[in-house]
């Protein structure tokens, strides 16, 4: 390592990032309703559909798509739902609440640093959840997916922008940690409604098809059906998550409250 | 902080955010809470947790540290444990800014000492010379025979006189024990059971902030 000034900020940078997110994945595993919830919850539907795809076998509405095929992306999204909607925004607001972010704030270090420890956290959260879903419907329950690696990347990417984002909206919004578990609660299962885990676009019929499309969970979907099974994605969905990433975002940066 | 935090964690991770940090498991062998190194905090008590916070002002080596109200619900003991930390500090050459309400504390860890009475300085010296400037030294003793308060209010230095069975207080400004062993010899009585002491910050602090609030009222009403 050289003295040279840049190089040993640098490397004072990564020394802080690395120690939070070493020290916010320890707590993570101490604390472990949010991984339950992201990670363990997906294996738990990943299981159910499994078996019911292997116990009522072929094709679902003459779509040539098993149960299980239809529902690999809805996990995974309920993955990201469970750890961006639950997880994330209660956390952060538990924490500004117990005046950590305002006691992190106190030092050279920015409170934002803890944010984006917060977020690569999740976001490593999510990734085992994709492995997970992808794998195990492939290995265990014989799914045939055939995933088109940029269109799936793409999707991806959008959908824990759209979710994340706007689990951030829900600790911008929320004055305290009650007020923060009941709204992510709540939109928590609304999403899931929306996200098709009871009830089907193709069979509800609208306006109910047309809202799940255009939801912050219907959309990434929908996306990541087609992309799982090497089509183009509807250009609608992606437009969709383009639409609502900058904006969750935009709101959530503007209210976010560091006290 | 985080309920589950350990205390270890917490102060390499604070560690981590200075340019120039102290050495972690220094400064909890300093702060004597090594043994709670592995506690998450929690599980700390309230002086554990108390220490935990002085060792995250200090583990950046700052010149200042300001301290607000570090002692308020600590049992005795360990507001005498925090105080040893503050003068240790203070002799690293920190500059310890201490916010408090007791007086002995201030008394004990302070070299200079500011009092601010609604929001404004009243007074900033060192604690033995507002002590003596504003709280008068007092001698309490048993006179041999009884003494009238005229007698007393003669004897030179002496303004006030308190009376408790058998004991009489004077409190007052010079060589107040002399001069009142002196006087009294004087006219036939001799004392005993005597105690003397310099003014304390109590007296100060009462008397300071009384003035400046009858001030204020005086201003007030013209």
Redesign the interface.
Known sequence: MTSNKSDSKHGRFQGHFAELLKVEGKLALREPTGLAMGIGFPIILLVVFGLIGKAVPGNVAGTGLTVLDIYVPIIMVIGFISLGISSLPVTLVRYREMGWLRRVSTTPTPPSRLLAAQLTLNLVFALVTILIVIFGSELVFGAALEVSIPYFVLSIVLSIAVIFSLGLVVAALAPSQTVASGLSGGLFFLLLLLSGLWIQPAIVGEPLATIMYYSPSGAPVRALLYSVFNATPPLTAIVTMLVYAPIFTFIAIRYFRWE | ??P??KVG?AV???A????NPMDPDGLLETLGIEKVKNS?YRRLSGGQKQRLSIA?ALV?NPKIAILDELTTGLDPEARRETWALIESARDRGVTVILVTHFMDEAERLCDRLALINHGKLVVLDAPEAIAAHAGGSRVRFVPSKPVDDKTLYAIPGVKEIERKVAYVTVIGTGDLAASVIDSLARIGVHVSDIEARGGNLDDAFVKLTRDDTSRVQERLQS
């Open positions: 902080m985080p589950r935090l964690e390499k991770l604070f981590s955010f200075y340019p998450t995250l950046g």
